[in-house]
């Protein structure tokens, strides 16, 4: 085969690359939100990096929250885990993008062998209760935890600084970090440890998805999370904690009417990437 010939082909391929990445992002409310499917996700984290999933009520505060909106505009793989982001998007551009929750990522990711390799992932929980039952389920299917990749993240405020947590990381060297706080914060912190750790492993912000799994928060089947009812599962079993939080989600609607798939700030902060979607 001559050069020219070789050199035409990857070009061809390379162009087809881009097509696809292009392909599997939108640009919304700023956010270069993944659009594929969950094992293509999977395989964008292989290499390492920040994987969010933002939900609507955090969503909505994107234009004033200025750390919740660095993390999401540093984040690698942005997830379309708000169902009712994903109804707005596609009802105003006409487009399908597909919802890919948290819930499903997270089953995909127990799957890989490397995953489930012990000392290979490392743990952050929310707090003792939330820990020991988190574990007791993993471990019901086949995931061992060593202590040692296990920390049960304390109350952080508004800046995010723990050195004990930086040095137990970098001691264990994990592939994969999966932080299981509540959203707003989760992604704050994965943005932290992007910045801060000696290496770059693969962050996994996956909130309360682990919850619904394991029984520390209601149980959502896939079937309800497949037809955006989670939300409603919520609300059921603790109306005072989250009708209030889902309520305020509203305030999305007309955040995206207004923006779309521009950045809701007068004065955009520098992000990783500007290329357009």
């Known amino acids: 085969m001559s050069s020219s010939s070789q050199t035409g082909e990857l070009h061809s391929e390379l162009q087809s690359k881009g097509t696809n990445s292009k392909r599997n992002r939108r640009r919304i409310l700023g956010v270069d939100f993944y659009a594929g499917d969950v094992r293509g996700a999977i395989e964008c984290m292989s290499q390492g990096g920040l994987l969010v999933v933002p939900a609507a009520p955090a969503l909505k505060d994107l234009g004033t929250n200025a750390a919740y909106r660095e993390a999401l505009l540093n984040a690698d793989v942005a997830i379309t885990d708000s169902a009712f982001m994903v109804m707005i998007w596609n009802l105003l551009e006409g487009d399908n993008v597909r919802r890919l929750s948290g819930l499903e990522y997270l089953n995909e990711f127990l799957l890989l062998p490397e995953v489930r390799r012990p000392g290979n992932t490392f743990w952050i929980m929310a707090g003792p209760s939330n820990a020991m039952t988190n574990l007791e389920w993993l471990s019901g299917q086949g995931i061992q935890v060593p202590a040692s990749c296990i920390y049960e993240a304390p109350m952080y405020g508004t800046e995010i600084e723990d050195c004990t947590l930086i040095e137990k990381i970098e001691c264990q060297h994990p592939k994969h970090i999966v932080i299981t706080v509540g959203g707003g914060v989760q992604e704050r912190l994965g943005f932290y440890l992007k910045r801060r750790l000696n290496y770059l492993p693969a962050i996994h912000c996956i909130g309360a998805a682990i919850a619904f799994l394991s029984g520390d928060q209601v149980r959502i089947p896939m079937w309800a999370d497949r037809f955006y009812l989670g939300w409603l599962f919520r609300c059921v079993s603790a109306p005072g904690r989250y ?30 990437n500007t290329e357009a979607a």
């Open 243 to 272: 009708v209030p939080r889902y309520w305020s989600a509203r305030k999305l609607l007309p955040l995206m009417m207004r923006y779309r798939s521009r950045l809701p700030v007068s004065e955009p902060p520098v992000r990783k």
